[in-house]
């Protein structure tokens, strides 16, 4: 008897099933700005207050990450909606000499 118990333990206790977490990789423009004392400000137009900055523009682009990861949290926290992002564009300086 003490066997059948076992076997019906072995049957019922199934192995839990692992869901992946669904990832996914959104795109936010940022708008870097060269302050007058070497440092860097970083706007992110997509998520409005979305604001930090940095001593070099590698910390500010840190922060900027740090930043956006933040707010993405905070929103799905308060049950709001995740902007999807903008669409990747390049944005190009042409030098003209007159």
Do not use: F
Not at 44 to 67: I, N
Not at 80 to 97: K, L, M, W
């Amino acid at each position: 008897m003490a066997r059948m118990k076992s076997a019906n333990k072995l049957r019922t206790a199934a192995p839990r099933r692992v869901v992946p977490k669904v990832t996914r990789t959104l795109l936010y423009r940022v708008d870097l700005i060269a302050e007058d004392d070497g440092s860097w400000t970083v706007d992110v137009p997509d998520l409005p207050g979305c604001v930090t900055w940095g001593r070099t523009r590698e910390e500010a682009l840190m922060h900027a990450h740090e930043a956006i990861l933040a707010y993405l949290d905070a929103l799905e926290k308060l049950g709001d909606p995740v902007p999807s992002g903008a669409p990747q564009h390049e944005a190009v300086t042409v030098a003209i000499t007159i």
